[in-house]
C-alpha cells in the first residue's frame, strides 16, 4: 500500500547506542518530518525536510541527527542514546498546502 | 510551551451519544486546525481541518466548531460508535513554502461504551 514507511517498528538499545531510524515515503511528497510521541505530551517535532537538500531543527532537536537522503528518504539518527529518548518515533510526510500522513511508528526502548 | 490546551484527557461516552474535545490556543498565526485520530499501534490520521475564515466544517458524524475571537475550536463526533475509541489530537498548522508544520495538544483518549 501507497503510504509512509518506518522500519524498524521495534527497537531496545543501551545507553550510548547509536541507532538510525529510516523512513520512506512513495507518495512524491516534497516535505518530510519526523515527531516523537510521549505520553501526556502529543506529538513534537524533532526535525523537518522542506524539501530536498533542506532540513531544519523542530521543537526537540537535542540528541538527534537527520538526514535527507532522496526526495522519498529521511532518516533519523540517535548517536549516543539515552533513556530520555525512549518514545515512539513518528515519520510523516506531506506535499506543499496538504496535510501531513503519517507513519506506524517506531517503538524505541532505551536501557 | 505548550501553545494549544486539550480538554478533557479522557472522555467515556455511550453508543449514540455525542462526545465533545475542545482545544483552545494562545496566537493567531495559524492557517488551519487539523483533528487527527489514532488507533493504537498505528499513526496519526488526519480525521478533518478547518480554516480560520470557517466557523464550522461537518463532514459525516464529525464537526469542527471554531470561535476565532476566543482562540478556540472543538471535535463533536455525532452518534458516537464503539469503532470511535481511539485518541484524537488538535493541531495547529502552519502552511510554509515547502510544506507545512503542525503543533499538537496532548491527545484525548475516547472510550466509546455500549
Known amino acids: 500500500n501507497a503510504g509512509v514507511t518506518q522500519t524498524p517498528k521495534f527497537q531496545v538499545l543501551k545507553t550510548g547506542q547509536s541507532m538510525t531510524l529510516q523512513c520512506a515515503q512513495d507518495m512524491n511528497h516534497n516535505s518530510m518530518y519526523w515527531y516523537r510521541q510521549d505520553p501526556g505530551m502529543g506529538l513534537r517535532l524533532i526535525y523537518y525536510s522542506a524539501s530536498e537538500g533542506t532540513t531544519d531543527k523542530g521543537e526537540v532537536p537535542n540528541g538527534y541527527n537527520v538526514s535527507r537522503l532522496n526526495k522519498r528518504e529521511f532518516s533519523l539518527r540517535l548517536e549516543s542514546a539515552a533513556p530520555s529518548q525512549t518514545s515512539v518515533y513518528f515519520c510523516?510526510?506531506?506535499?506543499?498546502?496538504?496535510?501531513?500522513?503519517f507513519g506506524d511508528g517506531t517503538r524505541l526502548s532505551i536501557l | 510551551q505548550q501553545q494549544v490546551k486539550q480538554s478533557p484527557q479522557s472522555l467515556i461516552v455511550q453508543k449514540g451519544g455525542i462526545s465533545i474535545i475542545n482545544c483552545a490556543y494562545e496566537?493567531?498565526?495559524?492557517?488551519?486546525f487539523p483533528w487527527y485520530q489514532q488507533f493504537p499501534g498505528k499513526g496519526p490520521a488526519l480525521l478533518i481541518a478547518?480554516?480560520?475564515?470557517?466557523s464550522e466544517k461537518k463532514e459525516g458524524r464529525f464537526t469542527i466548531s471554531f470561535n476565532k475571537s476566543a482562540k478556540q475550536f472543538s471535535l463533536h463526533i455525532m452518534d458516537s460508535q464503539p469503532g470511535d475509541s481511539a485518541t484524537y489530537f488538535c493541531?495547529?498548522?502552519?502552511?510554509?513554502?515547502?510544506?507545512?508544520?503542525?503543533?499538537f495538544g496532548t491527545g484525548t483518549q475516547l472510550k466509546v461504551e455500549l
Open positions: 493541531a495547529l498548522g502552519i502552511l510554509t513554502g515547502g510544506g507545512n508544520k503542525l503543533t
Open positions: 510523516a510526510s506531506s506535499s506543499q498546502g496538504q496535510p501531513q500522513h
Open positions: 496566537n493567531t498565526a495559524f492557517d488551519y
Open positions: 478547518i480554516r480560520p475564515d470557517v
